[in-house]
């Protein structure tokens, strides 16, 4: 099994380029089956969960077609409205963006039969939201005794929709649904970060009638037809935010390329507040520290508060911090699991309810450590890039969900990491490093 091999210690300078945003691609790759025209889509990163959608979304009838890594072909019109037309394989069900394609083709067909969605276990992850949507479109939703969820619809019909929740998931896919649908669809209390806004676009450069996304409430008046397109994802928030705060923890200096400084700023304003130094351009931010940072409070919430996704990696970096911090994960009920790897590495985190008390040390001590999930397994890596002597890291097939390329851009920051799958091949390692 694959893992990750990292002397730590290395002051990581230099740039590197963001790849597209994942859970805006997710979103998007699963809205191109709403037409039966070609989607041409740019900039899609080339990580395992995309790379596993587009199996499903071929699977089901559409031809997709890799144009280079990052530019796909989509063309939904030779999808087979049957009932044979299902998402289910055991790839499927590993991710959780496989609920995108219940929305998209409940809003086409009129139906849909899509395994339950899976994702990191950070918490229970239901889909209440998305099914009161749907039904509050017309649809009746049942879950079959297979893990399969079932929605079929005579047809869709505008509603006025409040989430009880402020949920990405669910806001992405009831604008999939209500995009077609006839009369005006309203949701409050949307999600409003900007890969709702990305889809949203990406459906209106489709013929789409969608107002307000980015706002917390949108307004969808149904069409009778969606169009091909081609467009180009924008740049992944959270992946900007993992290599900043690598930068922060291991005081070093790292120019961020192809990013939205407005989408980072929750996370700029932080790493400010903590003594690092984060400077901003138009499409790249530059991110430099140097001495021990302070302490300080993060409370994760929804768009545009600090970001959910990047609460693991600023653990990480305040259990360096000086004094005592606290962060309080108000999104997911278990999304600490990094914390008893943390501790074998030397650090001083208590997890009391949804906060994390964490007392900052000075040197993280290298350690044999396993990802928990695709964020967390992230914050290890920046763990042991900062700590002294070698780490390694297992069960990075969830990195892998998220990143692309992740090790070869820290070795191009100068990053002392390699994936490997044999202890022969971690002393090749620390041999040849030294
Ligand atoms: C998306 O997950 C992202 N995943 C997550 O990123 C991200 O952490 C999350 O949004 C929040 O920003 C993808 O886009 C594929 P939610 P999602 O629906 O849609 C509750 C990563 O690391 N809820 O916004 O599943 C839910 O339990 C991943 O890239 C309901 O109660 O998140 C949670 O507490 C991890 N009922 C909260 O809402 C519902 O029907 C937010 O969930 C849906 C959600």
Known sequence: MEKYVIKGGQ??????????????????????????????????????????????????????KYIDEHTVSICGGSIQDDEYLCVDDEYIRKIRASYYLLGALLGKFNRAQVALPGGCDIG??????????????????????????????EKLVGNHIYLDVVTVGATINIMMAAAL?????????????????????????????????????IRIRG????????????????????FMTMAAATGGNILIKNVIPKHLE???????????????????????????????????????GF????????????????????ITESIFENRFKYVNELARMGARIK????????????????????????????ALVIAALAADGFSTIEDIKYVLRGYENFDGKIRDLGGMIQVVDSDKEVQKFKLMVG
């Open 181 to 217: 649908a006839e009369g005006k669809t309203t949701i409050e209390n949307a999600a409003k970060e900007p890969h709702i806004v990305d889809v949203a676009n990406f459906l209106n450069s489709m013929g789409a009638n969608i107002k307000g996304a980015g706002t917390d409430v």
């Open 307 to 326: 970001p959910t996704d990047m609460q693991p990696q600023m653990a990480v970096t305040l259990a360096l911090s000086q004094g005592t911090s606290v």
């Open 266 to 304: 929750a996370i700029t304003s932080k790493l400010n507040e903590i003594g690092a130094k984060v400077i901003e351009y138009d499409d790249s931010v530059r991110v430099m520290a140097d001495g021990r940072l302070k302490c300080t409070q993060i409370k994760t919430l929804p768009y545009p």
């Open 351 to 378: 997890v009391e309810g949804q906060s994390a008390i964490i007392n900052g040390i000075e040197r993280y001590t290298g350690a044999s450590l396993v990802a928990p999930d695709l964020r967390a397994g992230a």
């Open 124 to 153: 229970l992850r239901p889909i209440d939201q998305h099914i009161k949507g749907f039904e509050a479109l017309g649809a009746t939703v049942d879950i079959d005794n297979g893990g399969k969820v079932v929605a079929k619809a």
């Open 11 to 64: 002051v990581l300078e230099g740039e590197v380029t963001i790849a597209g945003a994942k859970n805006a691609a997710l979103g998007i790759l699963a809205a191109a089956v709403l037409t039966d025209e070609e989607c041409i889509i740019e900039n899609v990163p080339y990580v395992e969960d995309t790379k596993v959608l587009l199996a499903a979304i071929e699977n089901i009838g559409a031809k997709v």
């Open 223 to 242: 069409v009778q037809k969606l169009k091909g397109t081609c467009y180009s994802i924008i740049p992944d928030q959270i992946e900007a935010g993992t």
